[in-house]
């Protein structure tokens, strides 16, 4: 059985991360995004925020 120490594993998370933030973005469609408002915009919470 192979043991993997937290340190290997940091190790090799970082590196997968690198190699996914290295390689180039590819441009997709654009995403749309949308909000149902639970209540009246200006009431200063979260659907004011999301506004």
Known sequence: ???IS???LFK???AAT???LASPALAE???KVG???LGPIG???WTW???
């Open 1 to 3: 059985m192979t043991m």
């Open 6 to 8: 937290r340190r290997t």
């Open 12 to 14: 090799g998370a970082g």
């Open 18 to 20: 690198l190699a996914t």
């Open 29 to 31: 469609d654009k995403v």
């Open 35 to 37: 909000f149902i408002f």
């Open 43 to 45: 009431d200063y919470g």
């Open 49 to 51: 925020a999301h506004n």
